[in-house]
Each structure stands twice: as structure tokens, then as C-alpha cells.
């Protein structure tokens, strides 16, 4: 039996029985908008706070790695709590969670309570509560759909456009806020976001969704349910039988790192070193944030009708190279602006689609530590990423860290599509359309 034959998402759950509904999706989608633009906010000010308080690279890709590493970690280890407890209740007490300790760098701050060891305390909090939040999030979406009875690419490819306009949105915010009112004020507003999107998935969702997955049937020996570490290794047990999920989350974490090292680090010091400060980084944001609305609109639109593994190869050959390439280039402000609205639109396409293939290719069941672990090391890569772009600055400078960036991104994303499992992005979709027809006659 293969893997996808015994595991299929579309086969393994029953349909939820029901009028239709898109309140799930929407509540969903909503608490998602407003944590993702909190947390975009966030990525704009914490940084530049560091960079402008202590002059050194090296400290704010610290920074970010004291919240990324624990992001990574702590994700990986509640994907059987979701599946266990129900990603709702995981959802709004790790945004509460998150929110206070966001809340707590600005009160310290202003008190002179703030030292950097506290900071990086702090920040190593919001994102170990942030990661199970966000995975919790991701776990309902499509049981959301269902209920809505949307097609699985459309609903990823809303829940890629949620992400692409917080990318708008949350720097274009977050330059602004800077720039007009300092830095604190930034993470201020990403407090508050987390709590509106606590409310949002605590009090104003349906009742009934976003419970604990249902296990398997028991066996007829009785024996006992599953525990914490035996639904953990169920996870990689699961991911060591797919070979194209593998391949995919290889690559991804490679892009990742070098995405956390142009984000929280190399931007910021452009920005700086070129004199535009920090309202660039906000219209840099936005203008990548608004072309991949447009990329992830037209994906969730015509996803279904294109060819899986040529729409992810071609965005990731716009999203990737040419931003770090523009940067080293010094190009003016303008230029860097409009490749960095190409390279958005281009990866407007691939989270819908990479979405897809996860979904369809894992149990609802598993879906929770299936999609952490996943997602763990995917974003395994992340808090290193502005570690390393640092201390490559503060040794060679700013634009051969640039184009080394570029030529790794270009090599791996191309390196990776050649492998012979990613033609099973197509096939797969052809079997579930197969199927669908022979369940309609």
C-alpha cells in the first residue's frame, strides 16, 4: 500500500455533515490576518530598535535568533498536543501567551528595566508561545474548508493571501510606526493584535470546530491509546514514507534561512548603509507584500488548473535571487522597489500549492505533529539565518553576503525541482480528480 493510498487527506476524514458554512473559514482567516500583521510589525521594529540602541549586526541577528530558535523547537513538540487537545484551545492561550510577552519589552523599556539579557528572554517567549499559535491556525484551515465546502487549493491559497497582505500591510506599519513614533510602539501594536486574534478564535468561532482530531479505531486487543512520544514518532515515521514531502521541506528550510537573513538583517543593514532608514524597509515590505496578494489572488483562482511543479519552480526563480541581487547592486530605491514587487508576486504562488500537497497528502488525524514537524524544519534554517548574515557582514561586508545569498538560493530551489519525486505534485492531484469523477458516476 502506498503512502498516499493509505493516507490520502481526501479519503481518510468523512465530510462534515452540515449546511454550509464559511464563518470556520473566515474566523480562521481572520484570526490569522491579525496575528500574521502583529507579527510583520514586529519584524520591522524589534530589529531597527536593536540595530539603532547597541550599532551592531551581530546583536539583532541574536535577537532574532533567541525568538526564532524557540519558535522552531517549541513547534515541533506540540504537533501531538494539537492533535490531542484541539488546535483551538492551543490557538488563543499561546496568542495570550505571546501577547503578554510582547507587552512586557516596551513596559520594560520605559521603566529601564529592559537590559539586553532580559530582551532576549523576552523575545525567546513570544516565540515559543507564537509557534504553537501558528500551527494551531494552520491545523484548521482545512477543516474550516470543508465546513465551507471550499476546495482545499482555494482555501491555502486564502490563507496565502492573509499571509501576503500582512507582509503589506504589518512593514508598511511597522516603517511608519518607526519612523513617526519609535520602535516600542511597534511591538505595542503586535500585543494587541495577538489578543484581537485570541478573541476572535476563543469567542467568536463556531462551537464544534477546531476540536481534538479523533484517533484512529482502538484495537481489538484494547490496547491502550497512544502517548505523547509514541504520536510524536508516528509524525516522523509518517514524513520518512514521503519522499516529495521530504524533498520539499529540505528545500523550503534552505530558502527560509536565507529569507530570515535578508529580512532581519541584510535589509535593515542596506538600509542603513544606503541612507534611506527605515521608511525603505516598510515600502520594500509592501511592495512585495502587495504584488504576492496579487500572485496568491490569481493562484487560489486558476492553482487548479496549472501545473504544480512548474508554478512553485518559476515563483521561487522570482521570489529568490534577484532581491539580494538588486541590494548588492545599489540600485536606487526605485528599482529595488519594483524587483522586489516581482519577486512578491512570484512567491504569491507557492505557499498555495505547497499548502495543497500537505494537505492532501497527510491524515487529519496527524495533521498536528505531522505539520510541526514539518514546518519545524522547514523554519530549522530561520533562527540561524540572521545569526550567520550577521557575522558574515561584520566580516566581509554587506554585498558579497548578498550574492553569495543569491547564488545559494538559486542553486537549491533549481537543484531541488530536478529531483524525480517532484513529479508526484501533479500525479497526485490527477488521482484525487480521478477519484472525485469516479465518485460522482
Same mark, same amino acid.
Given at each position: 500500500?502506498?503512502?498516499?493510498?493509505?493516507?490520502?487527506?481526501? *479519503?481518510?476524514?468523512? @465530510?462534515?455533515?452540515?449546511? @454550509?458554512?464559511?464563518?470556520?473559514?473566515?474566523?480562521? &482567516?481572520?484570526?490569522?490576518?491579525?496575528?500574521?500583521?502583529?507579527?510583520?510589525?514586529?519584524?520591522?521594529?524589534?530589529?531597527?530598535?536593536? #540595530?539603532?540602541?547597541?550599532?551592531?549586526?551581530?546583536?539583532?541577528? /541574536?535577537?532574532?535568533?533567541?525568538?526564532?530558535?524557540?519558535?522552531?523547537?517549541?513547534?515541533?513538540?506540540?504537533?501531538?498536543?494539537?492533535?490531542?487537545?484541539?488546535?483551538?484551545?492551543?490557538?488563543?492561550?499561546?496568542?495570550?501567551?505571546?501577547?503578554?510577552?510582547?507587552?512586557?519589552? !516596551? /513596559? %520594560?523599556?520605559?521603566?529601564?528595566?529592559?537590559?539586553?539579557?532580559?530582551?532576549?528572554?523576552?523575545?525567546?517567549?513570544?516565540?515559543?508561545?507564537?509557534?504553537?499559535?501558528?500551527?494551531?491556525?494552520?491545523?484548521?484551515?482545512?477543516?474550516?474548508?470543508?465546513?465551507?465546502?471550499? !476546495?482545499?487549493?482555494?482555501?491555502?491559497?486564502?490563507?496565502?493571501?492573509?499571509?501576503?497582505?500582512?507582509?503589506?500591510?504589518?512593514?508598511?506599519?511597522?516603517?511608519?510606526?518607526?519612523?513617526?513614533?519609535?520602535? =516600542?510602539?511597534?511591538?505595542?501594536?503586535?500585543?494587541?493584535? #495577538?489578543?484581537?486574534?485570541?478573541?476572535?478564535?476563543?469567542? &467568536?468561532?463556531?462551537?464544534?470546530?477546531?476540536?481534538?482530531?479523533?484517533?484512529?479505531?482502538?484495537?481489538?486487543?484494547?490496547?491502550?491509546?497512544?502517548?505523547?512520544?509514541?504520536?510524536?514518532?508516528?509524525?516522523?515515521?509518517?514524513?520518512?514514507?514521503?519522499? %516529495?514531502?521530504?524533498?520539499?521541506?529540505? =528545500?523550503?528550510?534552505?530558502?527560509?534561512?536565507?529569507?530570515?537573513?535578508?529580512?532581519?538583517?541584510?535589509?535593515?543593514?542596506?538600509?542603513?548603509?544606503?541612507?534611506?532608514?527605515?521608511?525603505?524597509?516598510?515600502?520594500?515590505?509592501?511592495?512585495?507584500?502587495?504584488?504576492?496578494?496579487?500572485?496568491? &489572488?490569481?493562484?487560489?483562482?486558476? *492553482?487548479?488548473?496549472?501545473?504544480?511543479?512548474?508554478?512553485?519552480?518559476?515563483?521561487?526563480?522570482?521570489?529568490?535571487?534577484?532581491?539580494?541581487?538588486?541590494?548588492?547592486?545599489?540600485?536606487? /530605491?526605485?528599482?529595488?522597489?519594483?524587483?522586489?514587487?516581482?519577486?512578491?508576486?512570484?512567491?504569491?504562488?507557492?505557499? !498555495?500549492?505547497?499548502?495543497?500537497? /500537505?494537505?492532501?497528502?497527510?491524515?487529519?488525524? =496527524?495533521?498536528?505533529?505531522?505539520?510541526?514537524?514539518?514546518?519545524?524544519? *522547514?523554519?530549522?534554517?530561520?533562527?540561524?539565518?540572521? %545569526?550567520?548574515?550577521?557575522?558574515?557582514?561584520?566580516?566581509?561586508?554587506?554585498?558579497?553576503?548578498?550574492?553569495?545569498?543569491?547564488?545559494?538560493?538559486?542553486?537549491?530551489?533549481?537543484?531541488?525541482?530536478?529531483?524525480?519525486?517532484?513529479?508526484? =505534485?501533479?500525479?497526485?492531484?490527477?488521482?484525487?480528480?480521478?477519484?472525485?469523477?469516479?465518485?460522482?458516476?
Amino acid at each position: 500500500m502506498t503512502a498516499r493510498d493509505a493516507t490520502g487527506a481526501e *479519503a481518510d476524514a468523512a @465530510r462534515i455533515p452540515g449546511p @454550509r458554512s464559511l464563518r470556520p473559514l473566515g474566523g480562521v &482567516l481572520t484570526a490569522m490576518a491579525l496575528s500574521l500583521t502583529g507579527t510583520r510589525i514586529s519584524l520591522v521594529a524589534l530589529p531597527w530598535f536593536v #540595530l539603532v540602541t547597541t550599532g551592531s549586526a551581530t546583536r539583532t541577528g /541574536l535577537v532574532v535568533f533567541c525568538e526564532m530558535a524557540p519558535y522552531v523547537l517549541v513547534k515541533a513538540l506540540t504537533g501531538p498536543v494539537v492533535d490531542r487537545t484541539g488546535p483551538r484551545a492551543v490557538s488563543w492561550t499561546a496568542d495570550l501567551a505571546s501577547a503578554t510577552a510582547a507587552a512586557l519589552v !516596551p /513596559l %520594560l523599556h520605559v521603566l529601564h528595566l529592559l537590559a539586553f539579557p532580559v530582551l532576549l528572554f523576552l523575545v525567546a517567549v513570544i516565540g515559543a508561545a507564537r509557534g504553537p499559535g501558528d500551527l494551531a491556525k494552520e491545523v484548521m484551515v482545512p477543516e474550516a474548508a470543508e465546513r465551507g465546502r471550499v !476546495p482545499l487549493e482555494r482555501a491555502t491559497g486564502l490563507s496565502g493571501v492573509i499571509e501576503r497582505l500582512a507582509s503589506t500591510v504589518g512593514p508598511a506599519t511597522g516603517g511608519a510606526l518607526v519612523a513617526l513614533v519609535g520602535p =516600542m510602539t511597534g511591538l505595542v501594536v503586535n500585543a494587541g493584535c #495577538l489578543v484581537l486574534g485570541s478573541v476572535v478564535i476563543a469567542l &467568536l468561532l463556531p462551537r464544534g470546530v477546531g476540536r481534538a482530531a479523533e484517533e484512529a479505531p482502538p484495537r481489538a486487543d484494547g490496547e491502550a491509546e497512544p502517548g505523547y512520544w509514541r504520536r510524536f514518532g508516528e509524525g516522523f515515521t509518517f514524513l520518512r514514507g514521503e519522499p %516529495l514531502l521530504l524533498t520539499v521541506i529540505v =528545500m523550503v528550510g534552505i530558502t527560509n534561512l536565507l529569507d530570515a537573513a535578508i529580512g532581519s538583517v541584510l535589509i535593515p543593514v542596506w538600509a542603513r548603509e544606503s541612507g534611506n532608514g527605515p521608511a525603505a524597509i516598510g515600502l520594500m515590505g509592501s511592495a512585495m507584500g502587495a504584488a504576492a496578494v496579487a500572485g496568491s &489572488l490569481i493562484a487560489a483562482a486558476v *492553482a487548479s488548473r496549472l501545473r504544480r511543479r512548474t508554478v512553485v519552480l518559476a515563483g521561487f526563480l522570482l521570489a529568490g535571487a534577484p532581491r539580494f541581487l538588486v541590494l548588492a547592486s545599489g540600485a536606487p /530605491l526605485g528599482v529595488v522597489l519594483a524587483v522586489f514587487a516581482v519577486s512578491g508576486f512570484g512567491a504569491g504562488f507557492i505557499n !498555495p500549492v505547497l499548502g495543497a500537497v /500537505l494537505f492532501e497528502r497527510v491524515p487529519r488525524r =496527524m495533521l498536528g505533529r505531522v505539520n510541526a514537524l514539518g514546518d519545524s524544519l *522547514a523554519w530549522a534554517g530561520i533562527p540561524l539565518g540572521g %545569526l550567520l548574515a550577521g557575522a558574515a557582514v561584520a566580516a566581509t561586508g554587506l554585498a558579497p553576503v548578498l550574492i553569495a545569498c543569491a547564488t545559494a538560493y538559486f542553486l537549491t530551489t533549481n537543484l531541488a525541482g530536478l529531483r524525480p519525486e517532484w513529479r508526484e =505534485m501533479d500525479r497526485t492531484r490527477r488521482t484525487d480528480r480521478a477519484g472525485a469523477r469516479k465518485a460522482v458516476t
